[in-house]
């Protein structure tokens, strides 16, 4: 009984045909004619989902929605916490604010999937522009499973063998077990660097110049020179799509299948934006084996 209602449900939401146009070959699609402000509706957030899914990030523009609209437009993909601590300046439970005139958080100019230092990383994420440079200021994402799709069959297996450590703070090791760190507390996570994507099986390469400083089992001149080819690889613009951001546009990616890199281009020009996530998931390897957390919390500087 409950297989058939699936199935309805299914082809229901097959019958929603978004409009969409594809940005970029490998990654970014823009969908018009939604209005984000409202429920989307069971069959048009399975659709969203699916296009979400296929093309990793998808961009509405001209949606402008109230800090509590994006948590409720986002918590449409997942469960939003609006119960955690709230970053100063936070307009709302759940909401994360960047600022440019933030030195610490205010410029992300590395590529990096978001809070991979955790154990269970952020899924599913919304950001909006609400206030834009006059020139610049654009977010590039880079497709981590298209990345892993063209990388060459030996690279493949040596990457589905490893495991890798993400870390908030530069952290730095002469062997595995003997970490160095810059001091301070800090957190980090053990991942498959090719993690497989729960909903559609899609292998990603999952590593990120922003939070990977090693690579687990390697010697250090190794682990830095095969980053090296797995970064450079993520980055290359044919895995990229690039958006212009306009105040009121919105990005919804899936932080399990793309690097992202804010363009800090714009000098002493304003740019905020507002960011929820949908609760984070561990990641799994090709063989089962799940992300773990690091047990170091804090390290003297050495
Ligand atoms: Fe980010």
């Given at each position: 009984?409950?297989g058939?209602i699936?199935?309805?449900?299914?082809?229901?939401?097959?019958?929603?045909?978004?409009?969409?146009?594809?940005?970029?070959?490998?990654?970014?699609?823009e969908?018009?004619?939604?209005?984000?402000?409202k429920?989307?509706?069971?069959?048009?957030?399975?659709?969203?989902r699916?296009?979400?899914?296929?093309?990793?990030?998808?961009?509405?523009?001209d949606?402008?929605?109230?800090?509590?609209?994006q948590v409720?437009?986002?918590?449409?993909?997942g469960?939003?916490?609006t119960s955690?601590?709230?970053?100063p300046?936070?307009?709302a439970?759940?909401?994360g604010?960047?600022?440019?005139?933030?030195?610490?958080?205010?410029?992300?100019?590395?590529?990096?999937a978001?809070?991979?230092?955790?154990?269970e990383?952020?899924t599913i994420?919304?950001?909006?522009?609400?206030v834009?440079?006059?020139i610049?200021g654009?977010t590039?994402?880079?497709s981590?499973?298209?990345?892993?799709?063209?990388?060459s069959?030996?690279?493949k297996?040596l990457?589905e063998?490893?495991?890798?450590?993400?870390a908030t703070?530069p952290?730095?090791?002469t062997?595995?077990?003997?970490a160095?760190?810059?001091g301070?507390?800090?957190?980090?996570?053990?991942?498959?660097?090719?993690?497989v994507?729960?909903?559609?099986?899609?292998?990603?390469?999952?590593?990120?110049?922003r939070?990977?400083?090693?690579?687990v089992?390697?010697?250090?001149h190794?682990s830095?020179a095969?980053?090296?080819?797995f970064?450079?690889?993520?980055i290359?613009p044919e895995h990229q799509?690039?958006?212009?951001?306009t105040p009121?546009?919105i990005?919804?990616?899936?932080?399990r299948s793309?690097l992202?890199?804010?363009?800090?281009?714009?000098?002493?020009g304003?740019?905020?934006?507002?960011?929820?996530?949908?609760?984070?998931?561990?990641?799994?390897?090709?063989n089962?084996e799940?992300?773990?957390?690091?047990?170091?919390?804090r390290a003297a500087?050495e």
């Amino acid at each position: 009984m409950s297989g058939s209602i699936r199935t309805e449900a299914v082809q229901a939401a097959s019958e929603i045909q978004l409009q969409s146009r594809a940005l970029s070959p490998f990654i970014g699609s823009e969908v018009v004619g939604l209005d984000l402000k409202k429920p989307l509706g069971e069959a048009t957030i399975a659709a969203v989902r699916a296009l979400l899914l296929k093309r990793g990030v998808l961009f509405f523009d001209d949606q402008h929605l109230s800090p509590e609209q994006q948590v409720a437009f986002t918590a449409q993909f997942g469960f939003v916490n609006t119960s955690g601590a709230r970053r100063p300046g936070s307009p709302a439970p759940g909401v994360g604010v960047f600022d440019s005139r933030d030195e610490l958080y205010g410029r992300v100019s590395r590529w990096h999937a978001d809070g991979t230092h955790a154990e269970e990383p952020s899924t599913i994420k919304s950001l909006q522009a609400i206030v834009t440079p006059e020139i610049g200021g654009d977010t590039i994402w880079a497709s981590t499973e298209a990345a892993y799709d063209r990388l060459s069959e030996p690279l493949k297996r040596l990457a589905e063998a490893l495991t890798a450590i993400h870390a908030t703070t530069p952290l730095r090791t002469t062997e595995w077990g003997s970490a160095r760190s810059f001091g301070g507390d800090f957190i980090w996570s053990e991942h498959p660097v090719v993690a497989v994507h729960p909903e559609t099986g899609r292998k990603s390469l999952f590593v990120s110049p922003r939070y990977t400083p090693e690579l687990v089992g390697l010697r250090p001149h190794e682990s830095v020179a095969v980053l090296k080819v797995f970064f450079d690889h993520i980055i290359q613009p044919e895995h990229q799509v690039r958006f212009r951001w306009t105040p009121g546009a919105i990005a919804l990616w899936d932080n399990r299948s793309a690097l992202h890199y804010a363009v800090d281009d714009y000098g002493q020009g304003l740019r905020i934006v507002h960011s929820v996530s949908v609760r984070g998931e561990a990641r799994v390897g090709v063989n089962g084996e799940r992300s773990r957390l690091g047990s170091i919390s804090r390290a003297a500087a050495e």
